[in-house]
């Protein structure tokens, strides 16, 4: 381990393990300005540490034996990365104060840790270590706090000789105690702050920190979901009673269904159709052989503008006189102004959610219930399954009354079963025996997915041997792979 900085005081040692009755973890630890081989360093420069019921501290001038710590983590607010439950003595956070037992001044210096480690059991069990960190450089309350004449004054070579330990040195690790209980307060006091992200809280502080906010979670939302909302929670709640904030609620309750385009919040005035409505033409076509009742109207844009046809079109004199029938001192008579009221009375404060069939039918209940919780009270709301596909002239409202599906990806063509130039392929040659001739060769590129290169995290010391293992890899769909490349990159 690098400190970063010449002659560092290397503090404390903590451990994640689990250490059964008669087992034991023994860590050794060398420290100096070079980095060495662990062969290179003389043995009387280890200075031993150990963890465990099995070593009992005994009198004056024994080896540091590590204590057992309540919390999960000495990282504030963390919660441990040992996955077995915590058991006093036994499984935990383990801590030591680094020394050099046996020396006058016991504390241990040197840019660079060296670290040794051995388990030990007595055969039908063994110790498990999941973690361990060291801290350096010493954050000296002695030095901090205390006037000089408590300073240590006893240096090289006098300082690495055998012998009871100095004065100040006692001082030192004493005054030690006392600090490893402050300084985790006050890490944790100085990061107060993570219990209350969503990004960092614990798991199971999420449902109290939605009370903040006066929310409850959905039965069926994940860990990533809770997070989303909390994290979302100001914009929600700036928003809420818009068609925005409708969206992003549903958005984030279906983790990307609105972004994804398998649920559209439509508001139903975008469903006016001016042109049957206006000129009272009937446009029913449930008697029409070919769409039976599927075509409401092919004349209106639907949206804000509600132009009628091509806007593009030449006789612009015509379009002006239709939309002038829109005007508001337009004369007109009572049954007239009814007939009107009515159309935009039908459709106003209304608002419809297309939920189309990629949505689990179990999530239909949760999205009525973010509607009504989302919906301001004057507006009326329904949800519709929608499982239409793309009808050009019938239902062709991309986004609103239907939707555009992934394009499928090429498929080995099928005897009897697949037409030749339409979606399927014929993935190689004709062979009399693939294993032979070989199934890779003279296959056409296809366009779809690419071939997925995976490979597993290695983390090594310095000039250890590694293995590059590829083979969680995945081919092209009806290829497969045949050799790996590898690139070393600086």
């Known amino acids: 381990m690098d400190a970063g900085e010449a002659d560092a005081t290397w503090h404390r040692l903590y451990l994640e393990a689990a250490i059964p009755r008669g087992c034991g973890i023994r860590v050794w630890l060398a420290a100096g300005n070079e980095r060495l081989d662990h062969d290179g360093i003389a043995p009387d420069s280890w200075f031993e540490h150990r963890f465990g019921e099995r070593f009992q501290q005994g009198g004056r001038g024994d080896l540091p034996v590590a204590v057992w710590g309540s919390q999960a983590s000495e990282l504030p607010h963390h919660p441990g990365l040992m996955p ?58 002695v030095e901090h706090y205390l006037p000089r004449l408590y300073w240590e004054t006893t240096f090289k070579p006098e300082a690495d000789a055998p012998g009871p330990a100095t004065q100040a040195d006692f001082l030192e690790r004493f005054i030690g105690n006392v600090e490893g209980v402050m300084t985790s307060l006050e890490d944790r006091i100085a990061y107060s702050d993570l219990v209350t992200r969503p990004e960092t809280v614990p798991a199971e502080a999420l449902e109290w920190l939605a009370d903040w906010v006066g929310f409850q979670f959905e039965a069926g939302w994940s860990e990533s979901q809770r997070r989303l909302f909390l994290s979302r929670a100001l914009e929600l709640y700036q928003w809420h009673g818009t068609v925005r904030g409708l969206s992003l609620a549903l958005d984030i309750a279906t983790d990307g269904g609105v972004s994804r385009g398998e649920i559209v919040v439509l508001e139903d005035y975008r469903l006016r159709r ?4 206006v000129l009272g033409a ?20 639907v949206g804000d503008t509600l132009f009628i046809g091509d806007k593009d079109q030449e006789d612009e004199a015509l379009q ?14 009572p049954e007239e102004q009814g007939a009107i009221d009515a159309f935009f009375e039908r459709l106003a404060y209304r608002v419809t959610l297309l ?94 997915r690419k071939p997925v290169a995976r490979a597993e995290d290695v983390v090594a010391a310095y000039e250890e041997d590694i293995t590059l293992d590829g083979s969680a890899s995945e081919a092209a769909p009806g290829r497969t792979l045949t050799s790996y490349r590898w690139r070393f990159i600086e």
């Open 320 to 333: 002006r006189e239709f939309l002038a029938l829109f005007s508001d001192d337009l004369q007109i008579d």
């Open 274 to 277: 001016t042109f049957a409505t």
């Open 84 to 141: 077995c439950e915590r058991q006093v003595n036994r499984a935990g956070l383990f801590s030591v104060l680094i020394q050099r037992a046996g020396r006058k001044v016991r504390s241990l210096r040197g840019r660079y840790l060296h670290v040794r480690v051995e388990l030990t059991g007595p055969g039908n069990a063994t110790p498990e270590l999941f973690a361990l960190r060291a801290y350096g450089s010493r954050f000296s309350y």
């Open 355 to 448: 939920v189309h069939q990629s949505v689990e039918p179990q999530d239909l209940g949760m999205i009525e219930r973010i509607a009504e919780r989302e919906v301001p009270a004057h507006v009326l709301w329904r949800v519709l399954p929608s499982t239409t596909p793309l009808l050009v002239g019938i239902s062709s409202l991309v986004g609103v009354d239907t939707y555009l599906s992934r394009k499928p990806s090429p498929r080995p063509a099928r005897v009897n079963r697949s037409a030749v130039g339409r979606g399927d392929y014929v993935m190689g040659p004709a062979v009399l025996d693939p294993r032979l001739e070989g199934m890779g060769s003279g296959r056409p590129d296809l366009p779809g």
């Open 282 to 301: 009937d446009l029913d076509d449930e008697d029409d052989p070919l769409t039976l009742g599927g075509m409401e109207s092919g004349n209106a844009f």
